[in-house]
């Protein structure tokens, strides 16, 4: 089968067909897909009815996966409902159902309704995301993405000439924070430890720039943090305004891949204390750090 990308956006997005991944690719399909993903940012294959197993296999044909564990999630590995290398963005405990509305996994979780990059908190960031909807949602909990090349291309020249060399300062408690969810552990604190990550990222193979915002940056080196917190909840309200932005209504089986390094995502919200949502998600690790970090 020949992988074609329909644009599903003026700017990008794209829908694939001719890929099934319940089998192996060749070398000239992976290549066609991470071409598309370089192009496009993200890319959405529908009906794609997979195993775990064959959702690690399909990712890892764009370099090795990222362990979840316990500096992206306070989910303890006894409370896992997933295996190890699979991360459960579902709204369900260990035995498949969903969160009672005050548990503090559910609140963690509420997150993901914020404008982030994933593992922007990891010194070395994710490179793509796949998400799998094994079980999707009657209405509402749709995914946005926002292109943050065009959220860049769109900064004057004064503006981008003073973002070009901020590094910002991430860590889970900054996101969880901004939601006001309190009472971590020591554990937890030690987990969540901040990272640097500049501004301005250039992609590794298109050479594009894009604005690496994310929920999880809470301020900027050399800054006061009043004036960062400021400056970066404005810049994300640039970036994400509705032209940037893609809505993916899921089906069930869909499986989206979207490049950390140029796009930003949120989930919207859904009935989650009464509806099931079973998305799994793997997570292909990044090959750098984004600046060297603090000593
Ligand atoms: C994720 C995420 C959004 C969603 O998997 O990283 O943020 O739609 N998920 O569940
Ligand atoms: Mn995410």
């Known amino acids: 089968m020949t992988v074609h990308i329909r644009p599903l956006h003026p700017m990008f997005c ?6 099934d991944m319940k089998h192996p690719l060749n070398p000239d399909e992976v290549a066609a897909i991470e071409a598309g993903m370089d192009e496009y940012g993200v890319l959405i294959f529908h009906n794609q009815d997979i195993t775990d197993e064959q959702q690690k296999a399909f990712s890892r044909n764009f370099g090795p996966l990222e362990r979840p564990g316990a500096v992206s999630n306070i989910t303890k590995e006894d409370e896992r409902r997933l295996d190890p290398l699979m991360a459960d963005v579902s709204n369900l405990d260990r035995h498949h159902k969903p969160f009672r ?5 559910r609140m963690f979780g509420l997150g993901n309704r914020l404008w982030h990059s994933d593992s922007s908190f990891r010194a ?3 490179k793509y995301s796949l998400l799998s909807g094994r079980i999707v949602t009657s209405e509402g909990g749709n995914t946005q993405f926002a292109d943050m ?14 973002v070009e060399d901020l590094v910002c300062e991430h860590s889970l408690l900054y996101s969880r924070s901004k939601l006001g969810f309190e009472g971590l552990s020591a554990e937890e604190l030690a987990n969540f430890k901040s990272v640097w990550q500049r501004l301005v990222r250039t992609h590794p193979v298109t050479g594009r720039k894009s604005l690496y915002l994310s929920a999880h940056a809470g301020t900027i080196v050399g800054w006061q943090v009043p004036e960062a917190r400021i400056f970066l909840h404005d810049l994300t309200e640039d970036a994400t305004r509705s032209e940037f932005v893609y809505s993916h209504k899921w089906c069930q089986y869909d499986l989206v891949v979207w490049d950390n390094r140029q796009v930003m995502h949120r989930v919207r919200r859904f009935n989650d204390v009464e509806e ?20």
């Open 14 to 19: 794209g829908e694939v067909e001719g890929v």
């Open 101 to 105: 509305a005050d548990d503090r996994k």
């Open 124 to 126: 070395v960031p994710a």
């Open 149 to 162: 090349r065009a959220a860049y291309n769109a900064l004057d020249e004064k503006a981008k000439a003073e």
């Open 276 to 295: 099931v949502r079973d998305m799994r998600r793997t997570t292909v690790a990044g090959e750098e750090m984004t600046v060297e970090q603090a000593a």
